[in-house]
């Protein structure tokens, strides 16, 4: 049964694409929930359909069987139920930075002035004040994540799925992302579906966890991340958090585990301490 604060449910969520006329099968028997307010993560190999998923949510893509439910019931008819900022960030270069973020409102039949004054109350807050008549190709890979962001935030959905929002940004920028994504989401209140292939990431901002099995992708395990909020990113080197962090990579990595395990008993052998390398 959904109770009535459960915003996104999936059952039995099946599909496959069509390769050469063969079907291909992608997603199947997922079951998944996120909670009003809660902030969910989707983690997995490359190519086990982590975009496919989030693309059915949106209504982008049809599942071939199973439903998809909002708000507690089916909804077959769901495109633009939801915000998505999709894996890459579609910024068009030819709009200044301001047009790019009003697209989705003006989209929605938002006029453009009205859309702009919306835009720029935000801009201070994505950090991308003095920016907005400048072109996508002049912003750091941060600023074009955060642009991307503001767009989906603009169009005022209460689900937003993000799918690998900081996956092109080196560490620092990442990490600094990361934070800010804490702080604006316990602002905001949303419900965040987010992808990423990242552990750390999954763990630091999530509530739940869903591990997905190569393709085609079914839930293997769901973690349950009881670390408190407000989170801060000097959570990663907490004891609590490498158990959580220990769980997620034995379900990611069973095969490298189980070589960790081998490594470690060789190691005994010979009477050596196990370094904390192997385990990574
Ligand atoms: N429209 C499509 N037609 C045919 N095959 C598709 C289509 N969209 C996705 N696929 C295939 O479905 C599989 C899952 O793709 P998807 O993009 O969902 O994976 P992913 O988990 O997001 O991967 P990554 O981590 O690399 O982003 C891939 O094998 C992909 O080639
Ligand atoms: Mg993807």
């Avoid at 993000?162 to 989401?185: I, K, V």
């Amino acid at each position: 049964m959904s109770s009535v604060n459960t915003k996104i449910r999936l059952r039995d969520l099946r599909k496959s694409f069509a390769v050469y006329g063969r079907p291909v099968p992608v997603l199947r028997e997922v079951e998944f929930h996120a909670r009003e307010g809660e902030l969910v993560g989707v983690i997995g190999p490359s190519g086990c359909g982590k975009s496919t998923l989030l693309n059915v949510i949106a209504g982008l893509e049809q599942p071939d069987g199973g439903t998809v439910e909002l708000d507690g019931r089916p909804a077959p008819d769901r495109l633009g139920m939801v915000g998505y900022m999709q894996q890459k960030d579609l910024l068009m270069p030819w709009r200044s930075v301001l047009d790019n973020v009003v697209l989705g409102l003006e989209i929605a039949g938002v006029r453009r002035n009205e859309a702009r004054r919306r835009a720029r109350d935000l801009v201070d807050v994505f950090g991308l004040s003095g920016y907005e008549e400048q072109y996508p190709n002049t912003l750091s890979g941060g600023m074009r994540q955060r642009a991307a962001f503001l767009r989906t935030v603009l169009v005022e959905r209460d689900v937003m799925l993000l799918d690998e929002p900081f996956g092109a940004l080196d560490a620092l920028t990442r990490t600094q992302m990361q934070e800010w994504l804490l702080g604006l989401w316990e602002m905001l209140g949303k419900t965040i579906v987010m992808v990423t292939h990242d552990v750390d990431e999954a763990l630091l901002l999530s509530d739940r966890v869903y591990v997905l099995t190569p393709r085609p992708g079914t839930v293997k395990a769901v973690v349950e991340v009881g670390l408190p909020r407000p989170r801060y990113y000097g959570m990663i080197t907490e004891p609590r958090f490498n158990d959580l962090k220990q769980q997620l990579v034995a379900h990611l990595h069973p095969a490298h585990l189980h070589q960790a395990h081998l490594h470690q008993a060789h190691l005994h052998q010979e009477g050596r301490p196990m370094s904390q390398e192997v385990l990574r």
